[in-house]
């Protein structure tokens, strides 16, 4: 089990490494260029052709890419992940302030879509075919192709614009208002919590039912166990780790989609900043960004990886 | 030789009524389940929209009227006018047009690479294959939509950068079901015959593995359509994808939030098609994949 820990750590540096590699060369390849946006934004169109090739040479911009990627590395390991062509501050600084935000906002949606969709999920599959089992089957198929925007246009409409109960945009810290924090976040998560949730219950449904025709499941039902422990501690155990697997890739999804809605709900987190930089095309923010994602993504599966060992103990052996 | 001539027709007779006998099989198993029939009359709606959005009404999308602007539904506009008096509803039925078009030409744009590429990793296990499949693994640990964002910002928006964008996000799927498949059909003996009587690599894969895989792409590509829609309206949203004053739904809808208080149609039309289109096209992927083969129930 080490060895297998020690193999997938690995692989996962590897992986994230390559990701640095392909963002930092397609970027650069691409036919996007961060001082051309700078200078069209700032109007600063009466800028001769040496003031421009001043910042790109300020910028770091002018050397071969080879060389650019490495100092570019060079200091993330030192801790310094450059500065925003755009607004020149450090973007290590940045993200300091903003993972925090996003990470908090995407773990709650990723909790909730869990218990909920798997508790809906095994209510679904023990009671199928029922008036109960369809109700639920047709909303997680609603769930799973709802645009996260028209969730946040609903919300803000019927919460905020009619009933007024909740703020549409703004985000609170839990550190400094506990109930305003909830308060802002219950329309941003629940944008973010839909499809996870959808998600999870139809996967649980399907290798539920899976699961309950295999010979052990028979056999904890005829040692006359009680419905409660055979579905509990003999199904659900095996029929999470599709589950968990799924809930890994979703966690990929939560990060893009906060780029929707800390958008929507102005909230100051890292989804909020890749689209800024992404709008400036400005090279180092979005690289700094997807970094960070890509390594949570990574991690991620990699625990998925290593729960699946807890789940299945046939694999433990292997 | 009569003899082998008329057995010969029997049995392309045969294989023939074997053939329209699985697709009506295919077709009874469709029609059974509600869920795909709600789909696929949805599918049938948005085609006539999209063949015929000019007959159907009388409006130009782009026209606007500042005499007629947010207006709320009426009989003369039947789901009232936005901020510049264009009919909503005739923005919306163009706008299938856009969807529909950017979702077909990067699913298809996809399959076509991400196959290749798959076919590719499987055939050629040693380093050429497991590199590209790491290169599919690192491009898949990049959220679809950011990614699509970062190669769309860069191309500089339009139709054809997001399909271009949103294909390259959508290609390592296929790559990896491609991949899948390829290394579990590469170990029937009938490959091993074909390699034993010295047939050439591109033989073998056009011959057998791509036919053996086809039902699963097709029934991804019916299912990923879905998503291509819903990713297309993220970007448009996002103001990166498609911009006004081309009506697709997703800018529409960031279009009309500015008019949530007064004219919410502005905002939920288009998001409501969206998600209908959406919903019917998993459907039917959903359904054509319990009818081509149940056993990738749970997997794709």
């Not at chain 1, 029922?130 to 089957?137: E, G, K």
């Amino acid at each position: 089990m080490t060895t297998f820990i020690i193999r997938r750590l690995l692989q996962s540096i590897a992986c994230v490494i390559l990701v640095t590699i392909i963002v930092f060369f397609t970027m650069r390849l691409l036919p996007g260029d961060p001082i051309r946006m700078l200078v069209t934004a700032q109007s600063m169109t009466i800028m001769t052709e040496e003031q421009i090739e001043f910042l790109r040479h300020e910028n770091g911009l002018d050397r071969p890419l080879v060389e650019q990627y490495f100092t570019w590395m060079g200091g993330i390991l030192k801790g310094d992940w450059g500065r925003s062509i755009t607004s020149k501050m450090p973007i290590a600084g940045e993200l300091v302030h903003r993972i925090p935000i996003t990470l908090y906002l995407g773990l709650v949606s990723l909790i909730i879509g869990l218990i909920l969709g798997v508790a809906v999920g095994v209510i679904s599959a023990v009671r199928r075919n029922s008036w109960l089992d369809n109700v639920i089957t047709v909303l997680a198929n609603v769930g799973v192709c709802i645009p996260v925007f028209l969730i946040a246009v609903f919300g803000v409409y019927i919460f905020g614009v009619r009933l007024k109960w909740l703020p549409i945009y703004g985000f609170v810290s839990p550190l400094d208002d506990f109930w305003a924090s909830t308060k802002s976040l219950i329309l941003p998560v629940l944008c973010l919590a839909t499809f996870p949730i959808a998600g999870c219950a139809r996967q649980t449904r399907t290798s539920m039912l899976e699961v309950m025709n295999q010979d052990y499941v028979r056999t904890a039902w005829s040692k006359g166990l009680s419905e409660r422990i055979v579905i509990v501690r003999h199904a659900l155990k095996n029929a999470l780790a599709p589950v968990m697997t799924m809930t890994g890739m979703q966690l990929g999804g939560i990060l893009g989609g906060s780029v929707i809605v800390e958008k929507i709900f102005v909230i100051p987190g890292m989804g909020l900043m890749g689209l800024r930089g992404v709008l400036g095309q400005d090279y180092p923010y979005i690289q700094g960004v997807v970094l960070v994602v890509a390594i949570a993504v990574v991690l991620a599966n990699l625990l998925v990886d290593i729960s699946y060992g807890w789940f299945d103990p046939r694999i433990r052996v292997r | 030789m009569p003899a082998t001539s008329v057995t010969s027709e029997k049995a392309v007779t045969n294989v023939s009524k074997r053939r329209t006998g699985e697709f009506r099989r295919i077709v009874r198993v469709l029609l059974s389940r509600k869920l795909v029939v709600f789909g696929l009359v949805i599918i049938f709606l948005l085609l006539v929209a999209v063949i015929f959005a000019p007959v159907l009404t009388p409006y130009d999308p782009y026209k606007t009227s500042l005499r007629e602007t947010l207006q709320q539904p009426s009989w003369s506009h039947l789901l009232g006018t936005d901020n510049l008096g264009r009919d909503l509803l005739t923005r919306l039925l163009y706008g299938a047009r856009i969807s529909l078009l950017i979702g077909l030409v990067v699913v298809v744009a996809a399959a076509a690479v991400g196959t290749l590429l798959g076919a590719i990793a499987g055939y050629y296990e040693r380093w050429l294959g497991s590199l590209i499949m790491r290169v599919m693994d690192a491009v898949m640990s990049i959220p679809m939509i950011l990614l699509a964002l970062i190669i769309a910002a860069l191309l500089g928006g339009g139709m054809a950068n997001v399909m271009i964008a949103l294909a390259v996000a959508l290609t390592p799927a296929y790559a990896r079901l491609m991949h899948g498949q390829v290394l579990t059909v590469k170990q029937n003996d009938y490959i091993l015959a074909e390699r034993a009587i010295g047939s050439r690599s591109i033989h073998i894969m056009l011959r057998h593995l791509l036919p053996n895989c086809l039902p699963q792409i097709l029934v991804v590509m019916a299912m990923m359509l879905g998503g291509a829609i819903l990713a297309e309206a993220g970007l448009s949203f996002l103001g990166i994808g498609i911009t006004p004053p081309t009506p697709a739904w997703g800018s529409m809808v960031n279009e009309g939030m500015q008019y949530l208080e007064t004219n919410p149609l502005m905002c939920f039309a288009p998001g409501i098609a969206v998600m209908l289109v959406v919903f019917a096209f998993n459907m039917v992927g959903d359904g054509l994949r319990d009818a081509l083969d149940p056993r990738l129930r749970g997997t794709i």
